[in-house]
């Protein structure tokens, strides 16, 4: 069974909300890079010597919360390798690629990589949303966070 892994690059780069204690463990880091690798379907792979391995299940608050995140990437993932909803062959093979339900998080290690990766792409995206410029305050890392998750999955016309 494999881990979620936290860049170590993202890590340091949410020290001031680690130190004043507004990010309580590290999967909060993990969940901000995931939302924003999903939003932008940025994928990038890292590798172990890059990332420091977290936990095997979503912890505290995430847990009641894990399944959601496992649609939202199960969502993503089907878009991102072209599949619809009307292929259903498809749609049930490349899922059972993803998904373990006897895992504690559900996903296969398939699943956990590309999850993962996710998540790896979009600390590069929360890169280019603050232009590089760590979050020093909660208050104002929320509020460009919401602003350019907002602008990011608006419908494009």
């Given at each position: 069974m494999q881990p979620f892994r936290l860049r170590r690059d993202a890590r340091d780069w949410f020290k001031d909300l680690k130190?004043?204690?507004s990010f309580k463990i590290d999967?909060?880091?993990?969940?901000f890079c995931f939302i924003a690798g999903i939003s932008k379907?940025?994928?990038l792979p890292v590798t172990n010597?890059?990332?420091a391995e977290l936990?095997?299940?979503?912890?505290?608050?995430?847990a009641e919360r894990g399944k959601l995140l496992v649609a939202l990437f199960l969502a993503r993932e089907l878009e991102h390798l072209g599949v619809t909803m009307n292929e259903k062959k498809?749609?049930?093979s490349s899922i059972a690629k993803l998904v373990d339900p006897t895992a504690p998080h559900n996903l296969s290690d398939e699943g956990v990589k590309h999850f993962n990766q996710y998540a790896h792409g979009g600390f590069d995206v929360l890169l280019d949303w603050f232009s590089?410029?760590?979050p020093r305050s909660l208050e104002t890392f929320l509020r460009m966070f919401k602003q350019n998750l907002d602008t990011a999955l608006m419908p494009t016309v």
């Open positions: 130190d004043d204690d999967f909060d880091v993990f969940y379907t940025r994928k010597e890059h990332t936990i095997f299940s979503f912890p505290g608050r995430y498809e749609v049930h590089g410029d760590r």
